[in-house]
């Protein structure tokens, strides 16, 4: 499937800052077999006193800005093509659940998508009691690692309610874990933190997914939305498998990564420091649009 992007992220403050840096994760990824980047171009309005723009450890696109001078707001645009493929189904090849430290631990390499980096709690996901009882729980005895993927997302799915009044960026997992409610980062940093607690190494994928207006409603420009995932290793046979619990889904065409990390630390669309006094207005206007490329 092919899509044309498009993304406006405004920040506006009370007071001039006169100083402000960024690293920002909003270039989409090249991803040999599964994702190509036909051309994007992201632009920072005012221009940054410095820019560069290369691979963090993840292998992410990131772009590092700085202003030395002040500014009172910042523009971020980007418009990207991009071509997804859909994967083939596949077959079950995923190591047993009881096996698959075994294989973890004869991984030797810290390369950064090394399934090391993606088993103990980072940044933002911390494995709690709670939610490892709950992953336990769901999965039968015996089950491969990918059934045991699969239970959870399911059953985050249905016990959790997608409400966006009800968390905010900075919500921890464990607290949208215990009200049931969130947004997909909510429903990926819970599911990667009952994966982790079961001994399945998971991470956080951040990017793209076109969605679809209320039946008989016309389509709203700019009413797209990023959207968050997950990522979990399955053995030495199966490798990285996705999956959206938000929506109960393995990954497919319809899903556009960004990037790749631990938790949303890692990807967030854009993070830095300031020196500004008051507040802050943000707003933000999605369009992914498929197209047949013809």
Same mark, same amino acid.
């Given at each position: 499937m092919n899509y044309d992007i /498009?993304?406006?992220? #405004? !920040? $506006? !403050?009370?007071?001039? /800052? &006169?100083?402000a840096r960024n690293v920002l994760h909003l270039l989409p990824l090249n991803i040999p077999q599964e994702q190509a980047i036909i051309a994007s171009l992201l632009?920072?309005? @005012?221009? @940054?006193? #410095?820019r560069w723009d290369g691979p963090d450890f993840f292998g992410n696109t990131a772009t590092w800005i700085t202003f030395h001078e002040p500014i009172e707001s910042i523009s971020l645009t980007l418009k990207a093509q991009a071509s997804r493929t859909a994967l083939p189904s596949q077959m079950d090849l995923s190591s047993g659940l009881d096996q698959l430290h075994r294989e973890i631990a004869a991984q030797h390499s810290i390369a950064p998508h090394a399934p090391h980096?993606?088993?103990a709690n980072s940044p933002r996901v911390s494995a709690t009691p709670e939610m490892t009882a709950y992953a336990n729980s769901q999965v039968a005895p015996g089950s491969s690692a990918l059934q045991a993927v699969l239970a959870i997302g399911l059953a985050l799915h249905r016990d959790m309610e997608f409400d966006s009044e009800a968390t905010d960026v900075r919500t921890p997992p464990a607290e949208a874990f215990a009200q049931r409610r969130g947004v997909c980062q909510d429903f990926s940093h819970v599911m990667i933190a009952c994966l982790r607690g079961i001994g399945i190494p998971a991470g956080y994928v951040s990017g793209f997914l076109r969605t679809e207006p209320p039946p008989g409603q016309p389509r709203l420009a700019g009413s797209d939305a990023m959207h968050a995932w997950v990522r979990a290793w399955c053995g030495v046979e199966m490798g990285w498998i #996705?999956? &959206? @619990?938000?929506? &109960? $889904?393995i990954v497919g065409d319809g899903h556009i990564v960004v990037a790749y990390g631990r938790d949303y630390s890692d990807v967030s669309p854009v993070r830095g420091t300031l020196r500004t006094a008051g507040g802050q207005d943000t707003k933000h206007f999605v369009d992914v649009i498929p197209h047949d490329g013809g």
């Open positions: /498009s993304l406006i992220v #405004e !920040y $506006t !403050y009370d007071h001039a /800052s &006169d100083h632009t920072v309005d @005012p221009m @940054p006193q #410095e980096h993606f088993l #996705e999956f &959206d @619990p938000t929506n &109960d $889904t």
